[in-house]
C-alpha cells in the first residue's frame, strides 16, 4: 500500500509586492482563475477524487483549492498551516496522520512545494524541481513521509490543461 502525494503550486497570481496587498492576501488574478480551472479539470480526469484536499491558508492557495474542489466535486479544503511556510517534519506530522491508501492533495507555494518535493525524493537542490504556478507533482510513498518517495509524475499546468 501507498499512500498518493498530489503537490500543487497555486495558480497565477497578484504579482508579489503590490502596494497594499500583503504577501498572505494575494489573490489569483482572472487569467489565473481561468487557466487554473482548465487545469484543474484536466487532473480530475485523470486522478480520480482525493480523500483530502489540503491548502495552505494564504488567499491565492485557497483560492486555487477551492478550484480543485469544484473540478473534483463532493470534497472540501481544509486550511493548513504548515504548508504555509512550515517545516518538513510539520507537514510531516500533518500527512502521516492519513492512510497508507490514501490519495492527498496539497496546495501552496514556492519554494516551499518544490522543497517538499526535493526533500521527498532525496534530491539536493529544490530550485531544480520548481514548479510552474499551477503545476503538479505525484509522488507515491510507500510508508512515512520523512522514508521519502518515488516521484510518478511532474505536470506542468500547459499539459493538465489539455488533458
Request: proline content about 6%.
Amino acid at each position: 500500500m501507498t499512500m498518493r502525494l498530489l503537490i500543487v503550486r497555486h495558480a497565477i497570481a497578484v504579482p508579489r509586492g503590490t502596494p497594499g496587498i500583503p504577501d498572505e492576501r494575494r489573490a489569483l488574478t482572472a487569467e489565473g482563475r481561468t487557466r487554473f480551472r482548465k487545469a484543474a479539470r484536466g487532473l480530475a480526469r485523470a486522478v480520480r477524487r482525493p480523500d483530502a484536499l489540503l491548502t495552505s491558508p494564504w488567499r491565492r492557495a485557497r483560492e486555487t483549492a477551492e478550484i480543485l474542489a469544484r473540478a473534483w466535486g463532493r470534497i472540501e479544503p481544509t486550511e493548513t498551516k504548515a504548508l504555509a511556510g512550515g517545516t518538513f517534519e510539520e507537514q510531516a506530522a500533518v500527512l502521516d496522520r492519513f492512510a497508507r491508501d490514501a490519495t492527498v492533495v496539497v496546495v501552496g507555494h514556492e519554494p516551499y512545494v518544490s522543497e517538499l518535493l526535493a526533500r521527498l525524493l532525496g534530491a539536493r537542490r529544490a530550485d531544480a524541481l520548481a514548479f510552474r504556478k499551477g503545476g503538479v507533482a505525484v509522488v507515491e510513498l510507500p510508508g512515512k513521509l520523512a522514508d521519502g518517495g518515488v516521484l510518478t509524475a511532474f505536470l506542468p499546468p500547459r499539459l493538465l490543461r489539455k488533458l
